[in-house]
């Protein structure tokens, strides 16, 4: 068998891939797939880091933005916060090895979840400028800066340390950490967009952005005060997985599977854990060591048809319905209509989540006109044009900006028949009309479909949820339509009583041998009294019906 | 400042995450989303392995694959090669870490590329049942069979060998692998389809196929011999970014740049060598540990100015339009037209890469009907319906049956107007018809949208070699539909003169005072000497063009 490879040749090549030599070849899946989304990603991953230290540590987030051109299509952008600052040690790792952090291994809502971000954006730099990551922080317990200068090593996945040392100079007011990193992109107005839609979904945190062409964009705080934090959560006991189980099993220090059941799981008490016991026919005195396959998957079996509390909700951290509120009125002054929904909080495959939708319609877009600013400056978002609605949306806060039309968000929005709602809608596209429809699934594990987190996996209970939601404002929307409309009808009746104001005094002139001009005046001051209906509208709210009685009582009187 | 978190606290939870934990928690992510697919990519990452090994072995590949229902939704997928075996110490790395294997670090047409494949199946088949991954290879130098049982895991990615034995008992007709997992699932037809679209796509391998319920299936050989094996290249300058051409510097053993240039690179000879070094300014002899982040931006930027030959093209490994043609032919014989198109390979971002065409027009799929078969079993798949073509995508010779609607080929297929080669199109979607088109794209990197390797990006210079190719294939195609359709005027002409042929023959009759009955048989035999325009259509060779000529012939006699 000449010229035939065996399989100790094989073997000689086999090696392991390092997951930032895996990510490095395939940086597309982290979100670098083109100029302006890698930029993109650079602000995004250190902003929704900064946003996660600040809240956690109870920190009203106080973040500056700076983007220059360096040369041709070379940037640089650094982000600052007011947060806690990061201990010497771990900085390295945090800016360069991928899968490495805090966030994963806990349920609990937060921006970062798997531990990439940061460091990816760091894999960019030096893989398009070679450039290392620049690093500062302040800590309360230290009085001097730590400034750090470093790569990440791609064959490894760990950090090489440039440069480490305490600096005289102080950049920040108090504590705090800075993010310098130099990389390939193009500059859109997609950054602001982002910058917008993050101060809208945290109302509670202040912005101050510097772009390339020096222009300095401010967005203020509509709150001054930091959400409730969420706290960890144990695993719930639906949709838990075999595997899963059998590792908890494994590393627990529980001594009777009733005892496991009750302090490893969340919603399970004694109760509960006693009827899964039963139902699987596995004693409650087994010891987790003892539990072989058969007796886990009975377990696992008897606890999915078992009636157990919903997990948990103050894992959760929604942005309230009050609150998204008033960031979109804040951020749209001129809306006809804004109004907010949020759900009550439900489950997929044991994980809480929650959906809130917004809706401003009837928006001057005036603004948006003025500063030059495009719809379609998404590089891959061909959904939106001159007459769909603008969709919005988030997850754990954090915006949603590429990928719109693989989001299972979207989906969810196109799966609604808003014609129901008195808007226009062609097949199961997005509706048309002018609104901005924000959608936030907050959850303590968003399922994205992938490493750049753009779009959220179409689970079928995060689907339901979200039409549910949609719903709930469509009909809210519709109520203010149909009374726009009716209002509408009454002001043109207004208008043609005005009209003919003058011919009608002169008949009922005739009619009752009275002084024309005193009619006339009458006529009109009747009318006037009806001029608020306008000045309603105009107002663009959405609590204030038009009085349509009055206009009844004025045919009655008639 | 108490109820303050500080950095320290911070760190404290700070800890790296595994890579098999990552895609544990995001198992969507390579392709385990529903129970469907599930089963599908246990079959496919078995069978893809499979076959690398024994193509890359010079060995006829022999596969047999076998699904059982265990019970419920419990399936076992075993696979067996007749390939050169795996030796004792590689067999737990290769089924039981992430990230490993031989074919990622070259640059070398390989079905897999990641080493994500068959590892991720026991990752899965653990999670869902917490049956180990039993695995047998024999290869030359062992008289015996080496059986494994094998978990990954999950908090180290690292194999926990459960059982490693040499066995008496022999499976194997000489050498080979054999691998069988347990997982949950759900079966469907679109196992065959798969194995169905490899058996196009490698027609040099036979396969024998058993279903859960004890169907077997065969899919001959249509070729007795291999392809050429592709060789592996160095990396082509266009395009290679800093970081890499900067690992390189470190890595090499050249003394000179010069050397460096001409060692490393593919399609780099002395002359593009020094033209790069003069361009750029740097002096050729400069070492390269020297090189400095200046000189290595110009360096790079000078390689791609220069011109420099595309790079070898023996990396590849198309399936050849001869192969594609005859293996379409064997699966669809009773089709009207089968004709297939290969482009000459050409580069994105210095991978060379190439794309094949087939289509099939005209098929009966009595045979589908009869065999039950739903077009729409593709649960993600919401694109064909009953007018559209079906389309078949490849990459590497590996079917891609997910993510239709996201996959870059696809919006090749929609970018072309069908509308000129005499297909029905509606606006930019697929074009309907009666026909299957095959598109294979071959590289040395092929950038899939996922790990799940479902879709493929859409780079741009990708998307437009396919659509050039479309276009090839659409002449051919439409030169096929419009002698068809002037054969078919010429068989309505027939039928027109056969219907009159009697009263034809009375009216000559008459006229010229011959025998009735003569004259009709005369018009007759004429006519008869035509009906092979109708026979060449039911053979359905698109080489045999409807004799126009001999029609009009008939108009002047007449």
């Known amino acids: ?180 990193m130099t990389l390939h992109g193009r500059y859109r107005k997609i950054v602001e967009d982002y910058l917008k839609q993050t101060s809208i979904s945290n109302p509670f945190a202040k912005i101050n952005y510097t772009a390339p062409d020096g222009t300095k964009i401010m967005y203020p705080r509509s709150l001054n005060e930091l959400p409730k934090p969420p706290k960890t959560m144990k695993p719930h006991p639906y949709g838990v997985e075999f595997g899963t189980f059998q590792r908890m099993l494994q590393n627990t220090s529980s001594r009777t599977l009733l005892s496991f059941l009750t302090n490893e799981f969340s919603s399970i008490g004694n109760q509960s854990a006693k009827e899964i016991c039963k139902i699987s026919k596995v004693p409650d005195n087994t010891k987790p060591a003892d539990m072989d396959r058969a007796a886990t998957e009975k377990i696992i079996k008897a606890m999915q048809t078992v009636k157990i509390q919903r997990p948990p909700l103050d894992c959760l951290s929604p942005i309230g319905a009050l609150e998204l509120e008033k960031s979109l009125k804040k951020e749209y002054p001129n809306a006809e209509l804004v109004t907010t929904i949020n759900r009550e909080p439900d489950v997929y495959r044991g994980f809480p989540f929650m959906i809130e939708i917004g809706i401003v319609y009837g928006f001057q877009n005036t603004e948006e006109k003025k500063n030059g600013k495009k719809k379609n400056n998404n590089d891959d978002d061909d959904e939106r044009n001159g007459e769909s609605i603008e969709l919005i949306r988030f997850a754990n806060r954090v915006p949603l900006m590429y990928q719109q039309s693989a989001c299972g968000l979207t989906e969810a929005v196109k799966d609604v028949d808003w014609r129901r709602y008195n808007l226009d809608q062609k097949g199961s596209n997005l509706p048309s009309g002018p609104m901005k429809l924000v959608v936030h699934i907050c959850s303590v594990w968003v399922p994205f479909m992938s490493e750049s987190k753009e779009a959220v996996a179409a689970y079928p209970e995060i689907i339901k949820e979200v039409k549910l939601a949609l719903q709930d404002a469509g009909r809210k929307l519709s109520s203010y339509l149909s009374g726009k409309h009716r209002a509408g009808e009454a002001k043109r009746r207004i208008q043609i009583f005005e009209r003919y104001s003058k011919e009608v005094a002169e008949a009922v002139g005739i009619l009752t041998k009275k002084n024309e001009k005193e009619i006339e005046k009458k006529i009109k001051d009747m009318i006037s009294s009806r001029v608020h209906i306008k000045e309603e509208f105009a107002e663009g709210s959405e609590e204030k019906k038009p009085e349509i009685k009055k206009e009844k009582e004025i045919e009655k009187k008639k």
């Open 1 to 180: 068998m000449s010229g035939k490879k065996t399989a100790e040749e094989f073997a000689k090549e086999q090696k392991e891939i390092s997951v930032s030599e895996f990510f490095e070849k395939n940086k597309h899946l982290l979100g670098f797939d083109n100029p302006t989304k890698s930029l993109l990603m650079a602000v995004k991953e250190a902003v929704d880091n900064s946003l996660d230290a600040c809240e956690e540590a109870g920190i009203l987030p106080d973040i500056g933005v700076k983007i220059k051109n360096i040369k041709e299509d070379i940037f640089s952008v650094s982000v600052q916060d007011n947060g806690p600052g990061i201990v010497k040690e771990q900085i390295p790792r945090i800016f360069g090895k991928l899968l490495y952090g805090s966030k994963f291994h806990r349920l609990r809502q937060s921006r970062g979840q798997q531990g990439i971000g940061i460091s990816s954006v760091t894999l960019y730099s030096q893989l398009t400028t070679g450039e290392p990551t620049r690093v500062w922080s302040k800590i309360e317990s230290q009085k001097k800066t730590c400034y750090t200068e470093l790569h990440l090593n791609t064959m490894k996945n760990e950090p090489d340390i440039l440069k480490q040392e305490d600096i005289e100079k102080d950049i920040f007011d108090g504590n705090g950490t800075k993010v310098e």
